[in-house]
């Protein structure tokens, strides 16, 4: 057997193809349909100002967290877990209204600081009454916000570069360092 019939044995034999130039290691695909409107994206990057604010550093809006956030939701979740955090969002506009007598954007930074406190201590409650075998249905859909405020966040570039220390090619692994109090590694 000579070479070209060995090569095509094997591509027969793995269903691919040896062609040069035109090869890749995956093929791009496209996100799905993202089910939040803009309105209920901003309305996310909002929350997430108020859970990471920009301090001496960049908070969540920055970051532009809500449009990440609400395609996640979309692509990343089952329908059990968006229809939780949609019906998360319009409880929230609802509190907002009846609380304060106005939507989540008019409030006060105090005003959304008190509020998402409260959700918070409603989230823990939550948890500590599920208890250790609890799955996300069984978890207030907070929890879920808080997760992936801070997912989105310190996975963009902002987060990432100017958060967390930043090396584009990590040298070589020391598993034993001196924490010095500062920002934790990004890579």
């Given at each position: 057997?000579?070479?070209?019939?060995?090569?095509?044995?094997?591509?027969?034999?793995t269903g691919t193809?040896?062609?040069?130039?035109?090869?890749?290691?995956?093929?791009?695909?496209?996100?799905?349909?993202?089910?939040?409107?803009?309105?209920?994206?901003?309305?996310?990057?909002?929350?997430?100002?108020?859970?990471?604010?920009?301090?001496?550093?960049?908070?969540?809006?920055?970051?532009?967290?809500?449009?990440?956030?609400?395609?996640?939701?979309?692509?990343c979740h089952d329908?059990?877990?968006?229809?939780?955090?949609?019906?998360?969002?319009?409880?929230?506009?609802?509190?907002?209204?009846?609380?304060?007598?106005?939507?989540?954007?008019g409030l006060s930074?105090?005003?959304?600081?008190?509020?998402?406190?409260?959700?918070?201590?409603?989230?823990?409650?939550?948890?500590?009454?599920?208890?250790?075998?609890?799955?996300?249905?069984?978890?207030?859909?907070?929890?879920?916000?808080?997760?992936?405020?801070?997912?989105?966040?310190?996975?963009?570039?902002?987060?990432?570069?100017?958060?967390?220390?930043?090396?584009?090619?990590?040298?070589?692994?020391?598993?034993?360092?001196?924490?010095?109090?500062?920002?934790?590694?990004?890579?």
């Open positions: 057997m000579d070479r070209r019939q060995l090569l095509q044995m094997i591509a027969a034999a193809a040896f062609i040069a130039g035109g090869a890749r290691a995956y093929e791009p695909t496209e996100t799905g349909k993202n089910l939040f409107s803009a309105e209920e994206s901003e309305l996310v990057n909002a929350i997430g100002e108020t859970i990471l604010p920009a301090t001496d550093t960049p908070g969540a809006r920055e970051a532009d967290v809500g449009p990440f956030i609400t395609q996640y939701v979309s692509d329908a059990e877990q968006q229809a939780v955090f949609k019906a998360g969002l319009e409880e929230l506009r609802e509190r907002a209204q009846v609380v304060y007598g106005t939507d989540f954007a930074d105090s005003q959304r600081l008190a509020f998402v406190d409260d959700l918070d201590r409603e989230a823990k409650m939550v948890a500590v009454t599920a208890g250790e075998g609890a799955g996300p249905a069984d978890l207030h859909w907070f929890t879920m916000m808080k997760q992936l405020v801070i997912f989105a966040f310190f996975t963009s570039e902002v987060g990432a570069t100017e958060v967390l220390r930043y090396v584009a090619v990590p040298g070589r692994f020391d598993g034993d360092v001196d924490y010095d109090g500062g920002p934790a590694w990004a890579t």
